[in-house]
């Protein structure tokens, strides 16, 4: 029995050509958030004469505050897309009250799943109000479209698991921070089956997809009903956090949060074997080339996150904060166990 109530979660349909399922109400005056390639896949679905649409560009906040003002009424908001279109959808939704679909077209990121929505203001990604679908539809065909590295991606924040619980139970038994070693064994559950279907997942299988989904909504749910991100995210972030702030670039954020749980596992001194092998079988590439960093760049990364996570005070600790940092022996050390290029 758990002690903490159970947390209200997104509800999946999964299959094919699901939009045509909904109830024909929805589609009475839709509104609809997208950008262009998922569009050009659903649009025949939409009255073309009663649909507001709008092509999402930028999640930044006084942009997607215009945006919302100037759309009128509606039957229902349709986010369909990437992370920024779900985003901007759910953020409509929950000004209007309106009822919300949620047609994900990449898994590469959770926004699906989450209640809170990723606003950006100058640069700085912030975390507003809380919105659930009516109907979130994973729809394989759509899914399938994409080019698959950006669903393979999406098994980023589900492989962040085997470095977050290693952080958390640390800091539980350092910190005496309250540790849920029950949460914790059914998050080490979803990894174990993250690594049991790499195959279906690395060729976007429906049953790849299926999963994949499952395991966020599972993943969401522990960091519910913990109340924050420790079941999920931990010091493997926090090197991809760093490298992002000391270099000014994106990256495809799966790629860069599996080199991170690589360079973060072994410094916390785990068998990272089990981890290789599976972006290997899931066909995840995630050496520095890939990532599209290099070696000195990491190496000067790991050498400045003692600095880096005593800046950021809003970080849980992990880590590079019970050792201060790392030295340059342990970093050469990692970045060997790590294995990812020269
Ligand atoms: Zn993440």
């Known amino acids: 029995m758990s002690k903490h109530p159970e947390p209200r979660v997104a509800i999946p349909t999964y299959g094919r050509d699901l939009l045509r399922g909904l109830p024909p109400e929805l589609l009475r005056r839709p509104i609809v958030l997208t950008q262009p390639e998922p569009w050009a896949l659903v649009s025949a679905g939409f009255p073309a004469d009663r649909t507001r649409l709008h092509r999402v560009e930028t999640m930044e906040q006084a942009v997607v505050d215009g945006v919302t003002a100037g759309l009128g009424d509606g039957s229902a908001v349709f986010g369909i897309g990437g992370g920024s279109a779900l985003d901007h959808a759910k953020y409509v939704a929950w000004k209007r009250g309106l009822p919300l679909v949620l047609v994900p077209t990449i898994l590469s990121v959770d926004a699906a799943y989450t209640k809170a929505i990723g606003v950006r203001e100058g640069g700085r990604v912030r975390y507003v109000g809380a919105v659930y679908p009516d109907h979130l539809l994973i729809d394989y065909g759509l899914l399938q479209a994409a080019d698959p590295i950006l669903n393979r991606a999406g098994v980023g924040d589900i492989l962040s698991i085997f470095t977050a619980i290693w952080d958390w139970r640390e800091a539980g038994a350092r910190l005496g921070e309250p540790y849920d070693a029950g949460v914790a064994a059914e998050s080490r559950a979803l990894l174990d089956r993250l690594f049991e279907g790499a195959a279906g997942i ?56 599996g080199m991170g749980v690589l360079l973060a596992g072994a410094y916390q001194g785990q068998d990272v074997g089990p981890v290789k092998r599976f972006l290997s079988d899931v066909r995840l590439d995630s050496s520095y080339r890939a990532v599209g960093t290099t070696a000195d760049e990491v190496r000067s990364c790991l050498l400045g996150m003692g600095d880096y996570v005593a800046h950021e005070s809003q970080l849980l600790p992990g880590v590079f904060h019970f050792r201060g940092g790392i030295s340059a022996a342990d970093a050469g050390a990692v970045m060997a166990a790590a294995d990812l290029g020269e």
């Open 202 to 257: 690395g060729c976007c299988s429906d049953a790849g997809l299926h999963l994949l989904s499952e395991l966020y909504v599972g993943e969401v749910r522990l960091c519910e009903l913990v109340g924050n991100a420790r079941p999920e995210e931990g010091s493997e972030h926090y090197v991809a956090y760093c490298l992002e702030h000391r270099t000014g670039r994106h990256y495809l954020h799966g790629a860069l949060v």
